[in-house]
């Protein structure tokens, strides 16, 4: 069982062993969580779990704690424990490596960031269309994380809230989950729909799911065409970090403030975002190096014929 050899198992029986690994590892967070945070911190979790602006820096701190944990066993640490049990090549088999083609990391950020205005129109539209949905808890919490302060504040919650999803979240969805839905389908299109709508459901936000599902199925087809798990990782840190730096930034901007604290963005920001994200996305694509189209195969054709040698 232990032997690095998974990939030699049936597909059932490979996602079976991930999802098992993901509930072992999120059990062990929580024990984890509920354990040794009240020594650490010195606050019960359910104190932790209730924060809001009001709150002090250190039990924010503790929250970013719980959070940081949280998202290391859940994220984190089940795909590259998944594919050192799967395979000796671990690396390979994420998809870590340098793009073949550099510039596609400005341009996934380009792309990225392009798309943002647009995404949280959208989530401030589906606010008006569908309200009291319960994600207010949700926004709450957002709400006070994103009361910083200070520089010291703002690197914490850049690492926690934008450097781990980065590296877990693509690890976990396209460098796990989009592997194995493209070992059933030959074409990408449904792979990318499927663990985009799966990365939306997880943020547990009804009014931000579209948006975070259209960031997933952008982040699936970076990686996809830049073929380095590294540029959408790239991709995603600096979308997350970008709008924990515009809330800090806002701060001491008046002008920043009116337009966090309006409902809904200017139609100029808009505009001029999908104008970036059209141009950057046609230069992707234009100088696109895709993955090849055997990249989910649990073997690769030389060790498929050294097999045939063997027997």
């Known amino acids: 069982m232990f032997n690095r050899s998974w990939?030699?198992?049936?597909?059932?029986?490979?996602v079976t062993l991930f999802g098992l690994m993901v509930l072992i590892m999120y059990a062990l967070s929580i024990l984890i969580i509920f354990t040794l945070m009240p020594t650490v911190t010195g606050y019960e979790v359910q104190k932790i779990l209730k924060i809001d602006e009001s709150s002090s820096n250190s039990l924010k701190s503790a929250f970013l704690l719980v959070q940081a944990i949280s998202s290391l066993f859940s994220?984190?640490?089940?795909?590259?424990?998944?594919?050192?049990?799967t395979t000796p090549g671990v690396k390979e088999y994420l998809g870590i490596k340098?793009?073949?083609?550099?510039?596609?990391?400005?341009?996934?950020v380009l792309v990225m960031l392009g798309a943002m205005p647009l995404f949280i129109?959208?989530?401030?539209?589906?606010?008006?269309?569908?309200?009291?949905?319960?994600d207010e808890k949700v926004e709450k919490v957002t709400k006070a994380l994103l009361d910083i302060k200070t520089s010291g504040q703002l690197v914490q919650v850049l690492v926690v809230m934008a450097l781990i999803?980065?590296?877990?979240?693509e690890l976990f969805f396209r460098g796990v989950l989009l592997r194995f839905a493209h070992q059933r389908m030959a074409r990408m299109v449904l792979p990318i729909v499927i663990t985009s709508i799966l990365f939306g459901a997880v943020h547990g936000s009804v009014y931000n799911f579209l948006s975070i599902a259209m960031a997933g199925s952008l982040l699936c087809l970076i990686y996809y065409w830049s073929g380095s798990l590294i540029t959408s990782i790239v991709t995603h840190f600096v979308y997350n970090g970008a709008q924990i730096y515009i809330a800090y930034a806002s701060r001491n901007s008046e002008a920043m403030q009116q337009i966090a604290d309006a409902k809904h963005l200017p139609v100029s920001y808009v505009i001029g975002g999908l104008v970036v994200?059209?141009?950057s996305l046609y230069a992707f694509w234009k100088t696109k190096k895709p993955l090849s189209a055997d990249w989910s195969a649990n073997f690769?054709?030389?060790?498929?014929a050294q097999q045939q040698t063997d027997v």
Do not use: M, N
Not at 7 to 14: A, E, N, S
Not at 300 to 304: D, G, H, I
């Open 75 to 85: 994220f984190l640490i089940p795909p590259v424990l998944f594919a050192y049990l």
């Open 7 to 14: 990939r030699k198992y049936h597909w059932f029986l490979q």
């Open 165 to 169: 999803p980065a590296i877990g979240e």
């Open 300 to 304: 690769s054709k030389e060790e498929l």
């Open 98 to 108: 340098a793009p073949a083609q550099p510039l596609h990391l400005l341009l996934g």
């Open 277 to 279: 994200f059209s141009v």
């Open 121 to 134: 129109e959208i989530a401030a539209l589906l606010k008006d269309i569908v309200p009291g949905t319960g």
